[in-house]
């Protein structure tokens, strides 16, 4: 079964501040993906990886940064979060082959003050 | 960018009832996949279906695939209240695309 550990699972941020969520995958994927849901909106892509050291910019990229170090790790950076990136937070890892299955973390609830 | 869409919006059936979840998608596939998510936890894949399929089958679970019409559905029979969840379709943004774009989800409630 594939594994897909996010930290922390709870976080509440102040307006302003910066907010690093953390993904880490045990499964060898090549892809990574970080997605947003929120009531209405489903999941909404906002940065996926292709392997380490590369970051793409998905469906709604502005007020994030992604960073993948390694194979394994994946982070989404808020440098100047904002009340309306109140959501949570999946990220998600996949084999790099056609029509891959995504197999998700657990999430990670942010509200940002 | 809303690839695909499921209808209805929600739903509730009594356990050993079955349901039908529609999806509609607006480009060329090779594949659909179904998701569910059960409150508090990530989506899972249930199904994958190419574009070569018409129908898929994963225990209680039938996907189905039309390309003419661009629409998929998942059916799911006798149901039980653990089916209680969110239904999701996903497509590729692209037949060369990384990108998993889901639609907004389906609500399922399954009442005892």
Redesign the interface.
Known sequence: EAA?TQSPRNKVAVTGGKVTLSCNQTNNHN?M?W?RQDT??????IH?S?GAGSTEK??IPDGYKASRPSQENFSLILELATPSQTSVY?C?S?P?V?????Y????TRLSVL | ?QLAEENPWALSVHEGESVTVNCSYKTSI??L?WYRQKS??????LI?I?SNEREKRNGRLRATLDTSSQSSSLSITATRCEDTAVY?CAT?ASSGS????????TQLTVMP
């Open positions: 897909v892809n993906y997605y209405g909106h489903g999941l909404r892509l996926y292709y998905g469906d999946f998600a996949g790099s056609s029509q891959n299955t995504l998700f973390g657990a999430g | 960018s090779t594949a996949q508090g936890e990530g989506p899972a894949q994958l190419r999701f590729f990384w990108q998993l774009i889901f639609g907004s989800g």
